[in-house]
């Protein structure tokens, strides 16, 4: 094993039990998952360090996930770091959905629980 750290992803979720999933498949994709309930610990996170990708619920706990990405893009460009939101929700107007996650720069939108292989395209 190399002594290089491994790239990071971030994971915000209200949910325990989402944070632990991701973290078991984001391991096992050869990445460091860090999980956070609290969307203001993450910000804080991700400013201090950028991640390799950020991964939140469509809704957190006083926060949707397209008001955390557009404070996110203050900082990282869709390039940079992608936001990727996972959500629960079956059934979303795709239409209106798209055109609001468009306006907040989100990369993309997965239905929880991704595939590894999702994960992996995620990171350039």
Do not use: H
Request: include cysteine.
């Amino acid at each position: 094993k190399s002594d290089q750290p491994r790239k990071q992803i971030v994971v915000i979720s209200s949910s325990n039990a989402v944070l632990n999933t991701y973290s078991k498949l984001i391991s096992s994709c050869g990445f460091e998952s860090l999980g956070f309930q609290n969307p203001q610990e993450a910000f804080e996170a991700f400013v201090f360090q950028r991640p390799e990708a950020i991964i939140c619920d469509l809704f957190l706990n006083d926060i949707t996930g397209m008001d955390l990405s557009r404070e996110a893009r203050e900082i990282y460009t869709k390039e940079d770091v992608p936001i990727i939101i996972s959500t629960l929700q079956k059934n979303l107007d795709k239409e209106c959905l798209q055109q609001e996650l468009d306006n907040a720069k989100i990369n993309a939108i997965y239905e929880f629980p991704p595939k590894s292989n999702q994960i992996k395209s995620w990171i350039k």
